[in-house]
């Protein structure tokens, strides 16, 4: 494809068409000296009446025809007469209209916003403007032109007007001061910008390598990195301050001198643990609120536990069942404790339990929640109760983020009205999504906890129910027996095989479990391709759409998500005439593509039959249903609820028809299909495969080789994760621990 030739033009912003004030994307009517053109790219605050020099391309859309791309642009003010009363007359400084914009420039002409900026208290020659106006039309002015100078301020860094909009939007007219004084504020989640990034102009700027704010964004950075990637809650303070050291290039105990300051001052919290342990405060405050607040709920006598032997008799006589005696005890368990937690694999009856457990509190008068982490979870939580569950997040009324801290709703001065609150697969909660969870649970809540310990822990930060579990502190069932019709199933009988170290059957081809040798990456790569695009739709008429995922062990090689999922939408959802598509990072989307959410957004709005909500979060599914490109904006469907992006957030997105089966966790799917083959890695263990099998419910299919199978099941370690809940907790149960 030839390279589109790059030009410069003058231009006169004549009309703001579209713009999105989130990520400064606009669409708007410009004149140059001979003509109207249409100028689309990222304008951020540009209004009617602006010149411009623009730096970029004529390209054709296939819907609005011609149009000019930008790439850079150059603002200065409005100088002719004309330009000056369209900008002033357009509604870019708040309080002056057309009629007053009129009246402005005939007054002071091709010295109107000079005077406005540098002696506004001239306006008051102006009819109609008293002192009080033209002082508040100057604040108005300076605001407007603040923005401006911000933009050019950091031009010169290489930074997208998008992410001047986020540094306005956090500093306002104090941000160019803000970021002299200190660059590394740039690193902070609301701005998001990479730390070496952040390097590179604190350099421009002089900042000396030794200083005290680049250690500290250095130690946050690091701190953040484990939190967000290996899902550490703390980290080791020696391995901290090695890390920290290589990052910055200083020394050792420059770093230890600012970290023990920074402690002091009460910047870093540590736990003691044989070693000295450093937390952000986030994640200290919340593993302590969960570790006081469940000390509480132990601290409540249970009740009679005998008592409720009658109870559960009635319960299997009304559901014609006979519980095993672990069932019994589980159920008991449950009704007589504020907090309690059932644990087991697949087909062990965890979903009987539950049923009964709620029926019972409804009897005895309880107002009981139900959540899970995921929509898909949820749903399946609804079907198999009969009782209408939700998302954790949905439950607590989202608002907003603040850096790694979310707000919700519901909290200790708005509680829940639930008497018990019941969450499904709790191995994907993390510390700081359950400690809002405890908040919000109202004084005397039951909280009944279900979930599979053997599972990967969640994906962001924290190791919540295996801490709660492995302290010995909270009365716990792990289920274990596979029920007569769940061992028809070699997907439930291979998963606990492989749980217990044992290989899996893989000759048999007449159930629901499926191996398909392959010799090399790229046959089990077409193999996977064929299986989603042909085979399966052909055979078991199942949809490629939304039947079928495809989940791996890693997001590398050409069987990784990446690879596959360019090869699968090449299959399903191939290029074709009037179907709309953007390029954006890593993939080219289009209309009716599968994507994925891969971080939390408070702020994305969504409608559902006359609903409106807000919120889509990391791991939630959707399809792609319309892209527009003359507004740079796709909508997409999330289960029913319907979302609005800019292409710009497609860096949230993506594609969906091979995710990770980290990212698959809480999910279940019809058909599940898993390249397995290399991955000597210590991360491809026993843990990996046996989450990814237990995705499936109705057929799962490996594809590649066995060997590789067998060294997963064969690799226990398992990835730890450094956390202070478990350590907390029996702290407060039992005093000071060695």
Known sequence: MDQPQVIQLHVCVEEIIFKNEDTGFCVLEASTDTELITVVGELASVEQGEELLLTGWYTTHPNFGLQFKVQLFERKLPTTVRAIKK???????????????????????????????????????VKGISPKKAKELSGEFEQLFGVRKVMLFLERFGMKPSESVRVWS??????????????????????????????????????????????????????????????????????????????????????????????????????????????????????????????????????????????????EEACGLQYAPLQRKAIREAIANDIFILTGGPGTGKTTILNAVISILEQQGYHVGICAPTGRAAKRLSEVTGQNATTIHRMLGVQMQRGEQ?????????????DAIIVDEMSMVDSLLFCSLLKAAKRGCKVILTGDGNQLPSVSAGNVLKDLISSDCIPVVELKD???????????????????????????TDNDFFF?????????????????????????????????????P????????????????????????????????LYTFREYDKVMQVRNNYDIRWKKDGEEGQGIFNGDIGRIVKIQRG?????????????????????????????????????????????????????????????????????????????????MTNQVKINYRYTGLKYFLQQKVFGEQE
């Open 170 to 315: 956090k500093w306002g007219p104090m941000a160019i001061e803000v970021l002299q004084n200190n660059p590394y504020n740039l690193c902070l989640e609301e701005i998001g910008l990479p730390f070496g990034s952040v390097d590179q102009i604190a350099q421009q700027l002089s900042i000396p390598q030794n200083d005290a704010n680049r250690i500290k964004s250095g130690i946050d950075y690091v701190l953040r990195h484990n939190a967000r990637e290996n899902g550490h809650t703390c980290v080791p303070k020696e391995s901290l301050i090695g890390v920290c050291a290589n990052l910055l290039g200083l020394d050792r105990y420059e770093i230890e001198d600012t970290l023990d300051q920074q402690i002091e001052l009460h910047r870093y919290f540590t736990m003691e643990r044989g070693k000295t342990f450093v937390f952000l405060p986030v994640f200290y405050l919340a593993e302590q609120y969960i570790a006081t607040r469940i000390y509480e709920m132990l601290e409540k006598e249970p009740e009679d536990v005998e008592s409720l032997e009658a109870v559960i008799d009635l319960e």
């Open 87 to 125: 900008f002033l007359g357009s509604g870019a400084i708040k309080g002056i209209g057309p009629a007053i914009a009129q009246r402005i420039v005939d007054q002071f002409g091709e010295d109107t916003l000079q005077i406005i900026e540098a002696t506004p208290e001239r306006l008051t020659e």
């Open 516 to 552: 398909l040798g392959r010799p090399n990456l790229e046959t089990t790569a077409k193999t996977i391709g064929d299986l989603c695009a042909v085979r399966l739709p052909k055979s078991y008429q199942y949809s490629p759409f939304d039947d079928i995922q495809v989940i791996c």
């Open 482 to 508: 596979i029920f007569r019709q769940s061992a028809q199933s070699l997907i439930i009988t291979n998963a606990h095989a492989i749980v217990h170290g044992e290989l899996p059957e893989l000759e048999h």
């Open 406 to 418: 979310q707000e919700f709703v519901h909290h200790e001065h708005n509680p829940l009205k639930y």
């Open 554 to 585: 890693s997001r590398k090689t050409i069987i990784g998500t990446v690879e596959l999922n360019k090869l699968i939408q090449s299959r399903i959802n191939p290029a074709e005439k009037g179907k709309q598509e953007f390029s954006f990072g």
């Open 631 to 711: 507004t740079g904006t796709l909508t997409i469907d999330f289960d029913g609820r319907l979302a609005t992006y800019t292409f710009e957030m497609a860096r949230e997105l993506e594609l969906a028809y091979a995710i990770t089966i980290h990212k698959s966790q809480g999910n279940e799917f019809r058909a599940v299909i898993m390249p397995i083959m290399g991955g000597q890695s210590e991360f491809y263990n026993r843990n990996l495969l046996y989450t990814g099998i237990t995705r499936a419910k109705e057929m799962l299919i490996l594809v590649g080789s066995s060997r590789s199978v067998a060294n």
